[in-house]
T-cell receptor, first 114, second 113 residues
Framework: AQSVTQLGSHVSVSEGALVLLRCNYS??????LFWYVQYPNQGLQLLLK??????LVKGINGFEAEFKKSETSFHLTKPSAHMSDAAEYFC????????????FGTGTRLQVFP | KAGVTQTPRYLIKTRGQQVTLSCSPI?????VSWYQQTPGQGLQFLFE???????NKGNFPGRFSGRQFSNSRSEMNVSTLELGDSALYLC????????????FGPGTRLLVL
């Protein structure tokens, strides 16, 4: 069965610093992986997705993630944090057993300090 | 293009009541999925509807049900509400073919007293 683990429920960075949010997956089939962001009192917005086309995936707002099969990881990075990046970030894997329900990690809350 | 809309945005109910939440998908999308988000359990899949048929179901009790109409709009119903049903209920739509991106609505926040 597919699952994802997000290491670190809270991450704090200074504005301009590197953002690194960690996600490890477990999947019995080649995974399809996603990063979503949730701002307060809002739904989820897709940042980027990996569907086996390229291991380095670029998303919106300057975020990118690299799929590393050997490490079963799909960490999210951004070179320079902005105050507006403060939000909760969710890693998800698609359950490919039939339909595409998403299995989410527990989320990482990103705080950005000036 | 209009996004996924959910109504109502906020709802307060008491234990034992029932509630119906509505979701209008992005125009042309035929798949609607529902998720429950709570601080304790995180984001959990409830069910998915495609072309008016339930295509997938999560591990929730039978008190949670849904349906989809011919225009792809979907409703979910929770009967005999319990305190633990307090959550943000998110709806997501997609074209319905494999591995399409799911687009989420803003959610309905349900508080059960």
């Amino acid at each position: 069965a597919q699952s994802v683990t997000q290491l670190g429920s809270h991450v704090s960075v200074s504005e301009g610093a590197l953002v690194l949010l960690r996600c490890n997956y477990s999947s019995s089939v080649p995974p399809y992986l996603f990063w979503y962001v949730q701002y307060p009192n809002q739904g989820l917005q897709l940042l980027l997705k990996y569907t086996s086309a390229a291991t380095l995936v670029k998303g919106i707002n300057g975020f990118e993630a690299e799929f590393k099969k050997s490490e079963t990881s799909f960490h999210l990075t951004k070179p320079s944090a902005h105050m507006s990046d403060a939000a909760e970030y969710f890693c998800a894997v698609s359950d490919r057993t039939g339909t595409d329900k998403l299995i989410f990690g527990t989320g990482t809350r990103l705080q950005v300090f000036p | 293009k209009a996004g996924v809309t959910q109504t109502p945005r906020y709802l307060i109910k008491t234990r034992g009541q029932q509630v119906t939440l509505s979701c209008s998908p992005i125009s042309g999308h035929r798949s609607v999925s529902w998720y429950q988000q709570t601080p304790g359990q995180g984001l959990q899949f409830l069910f998915e509807y495609f072309s008016e048929t339930q295509r997938n179901k999560g591990n929730f009790p039978g008190r949670f049900s849904g349906r989809q109409f011919s225009n792809s709009r979907s409703e979910m119903n929770v009967s005999t509400l319990e305190l633990g049903d307090s959550a943000l209920y998110l709806c997501a739509s997609s074209w319905g073919t494999r591995l399409e991106t799911q687009y989420f609505g803003p959610g309905t926040r349900l508080l059960v007293l």
